[in-house]
């Protein structure tokens, strides 16, 4: 199966069910943000991520949303950093380069 990145966000309503969506997501992906991941990895590791969410989310109250990222496409980021001094972040891990 053909790896690729995924972005993942949510918007979670009730805070206790925040906390248990943050503690999920970090199994599967990397934080960019607080309540924004990146996935790299299959169709099947996204799936399975999904519908672990699907099962902690109430769907009337809670959002989350899942993008595939292109292989080759432009990359930008402009602000403030949210590594430490000294390191950045370059691009997409060279898995799905």
């Known amino acids: 199966m053909r790896s690729g990145a995924f972005v993942i966000g949510y918007d979670i309503a009730q805070p206790r069910r925040l ?8 199994k599967y992906a990397a934080p960019l943000e607080y309540s924004i991941f990146i996935l790299v990895g299959n169709e099947e590791d996204k799936s399975r991520c999904m519908a672990e969410m699907a099962k902690l989310i109430e769907v009337g109250e809670d959002d989350v949303r899942c993008y ?6 432009f990359q930008c980021r402009i602000g403030l ?10 691009g997409l891990p060279a898995a799905i380069a």
């Open 81 to 90: 950093t949210s590594l430490p001094e000294g390191i950045q972040w370059t």
């Open 19 to 26: 906390q248990q969506v943050h503690r999920a997501m970090c």
């Open 68 to 73: 595939p990222l292109p292989a080759r496409g």
